[in-house]
């Protein structure tokens, strides 16, 4: 595709705001980039930059701007346009008074809020990578590979009984035996490996099901003790 003034691709987006390549995909598909912001289609698709970045100052939401990787984009947002860098140059920060309702600087106040915004920050930047990591298959819910690994099993095993027949047939034919008493115990011996199999996996999921649930309650507490301790 030929280039447009202007555009930059979507990685040259995503590193010029700091965030990754994966994420623009999903602002894109959340809507935060507008259709209109995108020169072409697919993947192919170029990001017209100063239109972009005005739907991104839109819609961006206001938890991501206190996020470690969000600070650096509202930051990149927020730079001077090609348009403003020629217009007259902001006052000097001296003579910006900050808000009246904002506490003083080295408050308990300040320091609270201060606080709090960076545990937000790392909660919203933990949540945003686990939703990239996810969405680029770096890793799967709990819950679905196990009941993958669980159907996978079960598929062996049935395939597995399928095949007695042809096996007690076999070994009846080589070992001058009747089919029918080969076959009965070999499916004998067979429901019973089953059923030893079956225990020893539900003792393994209860042993997972219990340390899950420890691990959930450490975290909890550790966050009452977290809160108790900003209060």
Known sequence: ???IDGTVTKSEFAARIGVSAGRISQMIKAGQIAPGSL???GRTARIIVNSACADLRRTLDPAQSHGLNGMATRSALTGPTPAQSKAEPAPPVARQLPPASAPPPGSD???LIGREKLRQAEFTTRRMEREEALEEGRFVLADDARAAISSAASKMLS???SG???MAD???ADHSLPPRDVLHTLTKAFRQIREDAARAFAGQRDAIIAAEAEALA???EAGD?????TE
């Open 170 to 172: 076999a070994i009846a």
């Open 109 to 111: 106040t300040a320091d």
């Open 218 to 220: 450490r975290a909890a």
């Open 159 to 161: 395939t597995f009984e």
């Open 39 to 41: 020169a072409g289609e």
């Open 164 to 166: 007695l027949s042809d």
């Open 225 to 229: 003790e977290e809160d108790d301790e």
């Open 1 to 3: 595709m030929p280039m």
